[in-house]
C-alpha cells in the first residue's frame, strides 16, 4: 500500500496555503486615525484647494503621518485619537458646508498587498462601536400622500377641460367624483383613460358618481417608490453627518438598515435620520377676524396656527412656496447675531416669491415649520403607531422689498436648530415618515473590548485544542494542529475576501469552529488506530483510516451545514455574522483535515517501510 | 484508548428512563419558570453604561424611580462598574427617544457622568419578526435535517437522530430556564449550533450502524448496534472534549455578552455526547430499524435482462 501524492495534489494544498495566507495577511495591520474631507457639491475638491488644506494642518502644529489626495478625496493619517479629533474640528471650522469632513480608520494595509486586492475583514459595529438603525417607511402614509396627490391633480384637469363637477373626495380607499350633471360621465371617462391610467375605475348605480382607486400595480409602484426616495434622502443625510463607511440597505418591504459605524451622538443621528422637516412661506392673513377664527369659525381661504410663543395666528391657505422648491440652504448668523438659515429656491419657487413679495410689499409673510413625529405606543396592549404633524410658525416678518432666489429665515431657537434645519432642506424630504423600529448602539470601548475579548479567548481555547491533540495523538496530532492553524488562515482569509462582516458571535464561531474542526482528524486517527489493532500494516491502516472515515465526516458535516445555511437565512445582523464564519469554517475545516493532514502525513510515513505510527 | 464492551444498548432502559424524568423536569421547568425572554423578541430597551468606580445600584433605581421609569430593572453586569438597565416598552412614552432620557436622568443625580457602553432598542413589530424567523429557523432545520438523513439512511434512523437532537435541545433549555438566563438572539444561535453539532455526533454512530449492517453478517441487530456505539466511543469523547475545551475558554474570557452563548453549547455539547450514545441508537432500535432496511434493494426486472 503506497501512501503517496501526486505533485498536483500538493501543489494545489501548498497554493490554496499560500494564497490564503496572502489574503489573510492585511489583519495583522493596524488602523491609523484619520480625518476624510469630501466635497458635499457635486465638484470634487480640487488639487489647489487640497494643498491648502495639507497646509492648513501642517499650520495647526500637529504631525500628520500622511496626506492622501485621490479621487477628489483627501485622507490624512494621525498619531492618535487626540489629533484626529482636533483636526477635524480644525477643518469643520475653516471648510464650512461645502466639504463633508469625516472621522475614519484607515488601515495601515502596505500598497502592495492593496495592489492584489487584500484588505481586512470587515468589522461589525459590535467591534468597532457605532450605531445600527432598523427604519420603517410608513406605507400608509406614502399611499394617501398619493391619493392626495391624485385629488389634487383630477381637479385640476376637470378645471382645465371645463368639466362640472359636485366633488372630488376620498373616502375609505376610493377617490368619489360626484359630476354636477350625469351627461358628462362619457367625457369623465374619456379623460380618465386617457390622462390617469394608473387609477381603476368603478361605477356604481348613482348615474352621477364615478368611483377610482389606486390600482394594486400603481400602489406597489408607489411604496417602492417612497423606499427608494428616501434611501436617497437617507443617504444625502448621513453624507452631511460627516460618516465615514456608512451602509444604508433596504431590508425586507419597507425597512431600511442605517449603520454608522463609529458615531456616537445617537440623539443627534436620530433627530436628523427620522425628521421629516420642512418649511413653508405664506402669507398672514390679515383680513380676518384672529378672534372669530380662535372661537372656531376660520374664513374660507385661511388656517389658523399657533406660534411659538402659544399665540393663535391666521395665515393664508395658499402656500407660497414649500420645501421641495429649495434647491439650497446653508446656516450661520443674521447681521442682529440670531441664528438663521440662508435659503436659495429653485427656478419655479423663485418665480412665485418675486411675484408675491412685489405684490405684498409692506405685508406680513410668515415662515410655517413642518415636522412630523412618529412614535409607536401601545395602548390596551395594542401597539399603536402615532403619527403626529407638528406645525409652528416660527417667524413672521413685514415683507421689506421684493425678494426671489436668496433671502434668509431667522426666528429658529438657536445655532444647532437652524444648522440641522439647513441640513435636512438641503438633504431633501422624505417621500414617507420613518419611524425608528430598532437601535443598536456600541460605545467605542465596548467594541474595543469585545475584540480583546474575543481575540483572547481564541487564543486560549486554540492552545488548549492544540496541547490536547499533540499530548493524544502525538505525531498524528501535531498534524492535525497543523491542519488547524492553516484552517484558521484559510477561514480569516475568506472572511477577508468576501468582506462579511465579523461580528463578536462571529468570532465565538471561529473558536467553535476550533474546536470542531479537529473533528474530522479524530475520526481518521480513530479509525486508523482501529485498522492497527485489526492487524493491519501502519501504510495499510493509514490508507483505510482516511478511506473509511470519509463517507462518515461527508455526512456528518452536511448535517451540521445545512443546520448553518438555515441559521444564515434566518438570522440578522450579528448572529449572521455567526453563521458565516461557521459556513466557512465547516467547508474549510473538510479541505484541511482531510487533504492537509494527508499530504503531510504522506510526506512523513509514505513511501518507506514504518514499524509503528506514532499516534 | 482500549476498545470498549459497554452494553449500552442492552441497558437502554435505564437511559431512557433517565432522558424521559430529565425531559419531563425540563419541560415542566420551561412551563412554570418559562424562558427570560430577551428585548430581542419582547421589544424593550437596554441600556449598559459604565462608571470609573464600583456604581451604586440602589441610588441609580430611585433615580430612575423618580424620573419615572418605575419598570427598569437595573442590574450589574460582569462588573461592579458596569451597569444594565432594562425597560419595557412603555405606554405613552416614546419608544425612540426613551435611552436619551433615561441617560439624561442618571446622569442627572450622579456626580460621575455615566459613559454609553451599549443601548439596545428593539420595537414590538422587530420583536416579534425575530421571534418569528427564530421558530421559522427551528422549523426548518429541522425539516432539513429529517430530509437529508432519510435520504442518506432511511426515515427510522432520521425520526432517531431528530428525537435524540430534540431531546438536547429540550433538556439545554430546560437548565436554561432552571438557571433564569436571559434568551436572546446569540442565545438562539447557540441552539441551532447545538442542534448542528447534536446532530454530527448522532450521524458519527449511525454511519457507523449502517456499516456494521452492511458487514456483519452473523449478528443480531442489537448486537451490532451495541459495538457500533463502542468503536465510536472514543470519537465522541474526544470531539466532545476539544469542543469543550474552546467553550470553557469562551465562558471564561469572552465576555458577558456571550456568556449564555457558551452556556448553552456548553450544556448543550455535554447532553449531545450523551444522547448520542444512549439515545439515538435504541430510539432507532424501538422504531424496528433492522439491517434489510438498509441493504441495496434489488432492482426489478433486472433477472429479466439476463432471459434469452
Given at each position: 500500500m503506497q501512501n503517496h501524492f501526486p505533485l498536483w495534489k500538493n501543489s494545489l494544498v501548498l497554493i490554496v496555503f499560500m494564497i490564503s495566507l496572502l489574503y489573510a495577511l492585511p489583519n495583522l495591520y493596524g488602523e491609523d486615525p484619520s480625518v476624510q474631507v469630501s466635497s458635499s457639491k457635486p465638484e470634487k475638491i480640487s488639487p489647489a484647494k487640497a494643498s491648502e488644506i495639507e497646509a492648513a494642518i501642517q499650520s495647526a502644529g500637529i504631525t500628520n503621518k500622511a496626506f492622501e489626495f485621490k479621487d477628489g478625496r483627501i485622507l490624512t493619517r494621525l498619531s492618535n485619537t487626540d489629533d484626529q479629533l482636533k483636526i477635524a474640528d480644525l477643518l469643520r471650522d475653516t471648510l464650512g458646508s461645502d466639504y463633508t469632513v469625516a472621522l475614519n480608520l484607515a488601515p495601515t494595509t502596505p500598497a502592495w498587498l492593496q495592489a492584489v486586492g487584500a484588505q481586512a475583514m470587515y468589522l461589525g459595529l459590535d467591534l468597532r462601536g457605532g450605531v445600527h438603525f432598523l427604519l420603517e417607511v410608513d406605507m400608509d402614509a406614502a399611499v394617501k400622500q398619493a391619493e392626495e396627490r391624485y385629488n389634487d391633480d383630477l381637479r385640476l384637469a376637470f378645471r382645465n377641460e371645463k368639466l362640472r363637477y359636485q366633488s372630488v373626495a376620498k373616502d375609505n380607499g376610493f377617490i368619489k367624483i360626484k359630476l354636477k350633471e350625469a351627461a358628462d360621465k362619457a367625457l369623465l371617462l374619456a379623460l380618465l383613460t386617457k390622462d390617469f391610467r394608473t387609477l381603476e375605475v368603478t361605477e356604481p348605480p348613482a348615474q352621477d358618481e364615478v368611483w377610482l382607486k389606486l390600482s394594486i400595480r400603481e400602489e406597489k409602484e408607489i411604496k417602492k417608490f417612497a423606499v427608494a426616495q428616501n434611501m436617497t434622502t437617507l443617504r444625502n443625510r448621513v453624507n452631511e453627518l460627516g460618516v465615514a463607511e456608512p451602509v444604508i440597505q433596504q431590508q425586507g418591504e419597507n425597512r431600511i438598515m442605517v449603520q454608522l459605524p463609529g458615531v456616537q451622538d445617537t440623539t443627534r443621528a436620530k433627530e436628523i435620520l427620522g425628521t421629516t422637516a420642512t418649511l413653508e412661506y405664506r402669507l398672514v392673513?390679515?383680513?380676518?377676524?384672529l378672534q372669530k377664527a380662535v372661537e372656531?369659525?376660520?374664513?374660507?381661504?385661511s388656517r389658523l396656527y399657533m406660534d411659538k410663543n402659544g399665540q393663535p395666528i391666521l395665515l393664508n391657505r395658499?402656500?407660497?412656496?414649500?420645501?421641495?422648491?429649495?434647491?439650497d440652504a446653508s446656516s450661520g448668523m443674521d447681521q442682529d447675531g440670531r441664528a438663521a438659515v440662508f435659503i436659495s429656491l429653485n427656478g419655479v419657487g423663485a418665480a412665485k416669491m418675486g411675484k408675491l413679495t412685489q405684490a405684498n410689499i409692506g405685508k406680513p409673510m410668515a415662515v410655517v415649520f413642518i415636522e412630523y413625529k412618529i412614535d409607536t405606543r401601545i395602548v390596551n396592549g395594542e401597539k399603536v403607531r402615532h403619527k403626529e404633524k407638528v406645525e409652528k410658525v416660527i417667524s413672521v416678518a413685514t415683507i421689506q422689498g421684493a425678494f426671489s432666489k436668496r433671502f434668509q429665515t431667522t426666528g429658529l431657537d438657536s445655532p444647532q436648530e437652524a444648522r440641522n434645519l439647513s441640513l435636512l432642506l438641503r438633504a431633501g424630504a422624505l417621500a414617507a415618515p420613518v419611524d425608528i423600529v430598532e437601535e443598536r448602539t456600541v460605545g467605542p470601548s465596548l467594541g474595543q473590548d469585545n475584540i480583546n475579548k474575543g481575540f483572547l479567548s481564541f487564543v486560549v481555547g486554540f492552545v488548549l485544542v492544540v496541547l490536547f491533540m499533540a499530548v493524544y495523538y502525538k505525531l498524528f496530532g501535531l498534524i492535525a494542529n497543523m491542519a488547524l492553524a492553516f484552517n484558521v488562515v484559510i477561514v480569516v482569509a475568506i472572511l477577508s475576501l468576501l468582506q462579511a462582516t465579523l461580528t463578536l458571535p462571529g468570532i465565538a464561531g471561529i473558536i467553535l469552529t476550533v474546536g470542531m474542526s479537529v473533528d474530522a482528524n479524530v475520526l481518521i486517527f480513530e479509525r486508523v488506530k482501529e485498522e492497527i489493532r485489526n492487524g493491519n500494516s501502519p501504510q495499510t491502516s493509514i490508507f483505510m483510516g482516511y478511506e473509511k472515515a470519509f463517507a462518515t465526516i461527508l455526512d456528518s458535516h452536511v448535517t451540521n451545514l445545512v443546520v448553518a445555511i438555515v441559521l444564515f437565512a434566518f438570522g440578522t445582523g450579528s448572529v449572521k455574522g455567526f453563521a458565516v464564519t461557521l459556513i466557512i469554517g465547516i467547508l474549510s475545516s473538510m479541505f484541511t483535515a482531510i487533504t492537509g493532514t494527508r499530504m503531510v502525513i504522506n510526506w512523513v510515513y509514505g513511501d518507506r517501510r514504518v514499524e509503528k505510527l506514532s499516534i | 484508548m482500549k476498545l470498549t464492551t459497554i452494553n449500552f444498548i442492552g441497558n437502554r432502559n435505564i437511559a431512557l428512563i433517565f432522558s424521559s424524568i430529565l425531559s419531563l423536569a425540563s419541560i415542566v421547568s420551561l412551563a412554570v419558570n418559562g424562558l427570560q425572554m430577551g428585548?430581542?423578541?419582547?421589544g424593550g430597551t437596554l441600556i449598559e453604561v459604565g462608571y470609573q468606580k464600583a456604581a451604586d445600584l440602589t441610588v441609580l433605581r430611585s433615580t430612575l424611580d423618580e424620573a419615572g421609569f418605575a419598570d427598569a430593572t437595573v442590574q450589574n453586569f460582569g462588573t461592579a462598574k458596569d451597569v444594565l438597565i432594562r425597560l419595557k416598552l412603555q405606554e405613552g412614552i416614546s419608544s425612540a427617544d426613551l435611552s436619551t432620557n433615561v441617560l439624561e436622568a442618571i446622569n442627572h443625580n450622579t456626580a460621575e457622568p455615566a459613559s454609553l457602553r451599549r443601548v439596545e432598542f428593539v420595537g414590538p413589530q422587530v420583536g416579534d419578526d425575530l421571534t418569528q424567523d427564530g421558530f421559522l429557523a427551528l422549523l426548518y432545520s429541522t425539516i432539513g435535517i429529517l430530509i437529508y438523513v432519510a435520504w442518506r439512511f432511511e426515515w427510522k434512523f432520521s425520526l432517531g437522530a431528530v428525537i435524540a437532537t430534540f431531546h438536547d435541545v429540550i433538556v439545554t433549555l430546560g437548565v436554561f430556564s432552571i438557571l433564569r438566563m436571559e434568551f436572546d438572539l446569540t442565545v438562539l444561535a447557540a441552539v441551532l449550533a447545538l442542534i448542528g453539532y447534536s446532530l454530527n455526533d448522532t450521524i458519527v454512530v449511525y454511519d457507523r450502524i449502517r456499516e456494521s449492517f452492511l458487514?456483519?453478517?452473523?449478528?443480531t441487530t442489537e448486537e451490532m448496534m451495541n459495538l457500533s456505539v463502542n468503536v465510536t466511543l472514543s470519537r465522541t469523547i474526544m470531539t466532545s472534549l476539544t469542543v469543550i475545551l474552546v467553550l470553557v475558554s469562551l465562558f471564561f474570557l469572552g465576555g458577558e455578552v456571550i456568556h449564555g452563548f457558551s452556556v448553552v453549547l456548553l450544556f448543550g455539547v455535554f447532553f449531545g455526547t450523551y444522547s448520542s450514545i444512549f439515545i439515538a441508537s435504541p430510539v432507532a432500535l424501538m422504531l424496528g430499524v433492522s439491517p434489510a432496511d438498509l441493504m441495496p434493494p434489488v432492482k426489478e426486472g433486472e433477472h429479466l435482462d439476463n432471459l434469452p
Open positions: 392673513d390679515v383680513e380676518h377676524d372656531g369659525h376660520p374664513p374660507v381661504g395658499q402656500i407660497i412656496v414649500t420645501g421641495d422648491q429649495i434647491v | 428585548i430581542d423578541f419582547t458487514t456483519l453478517r452473523n449478528k
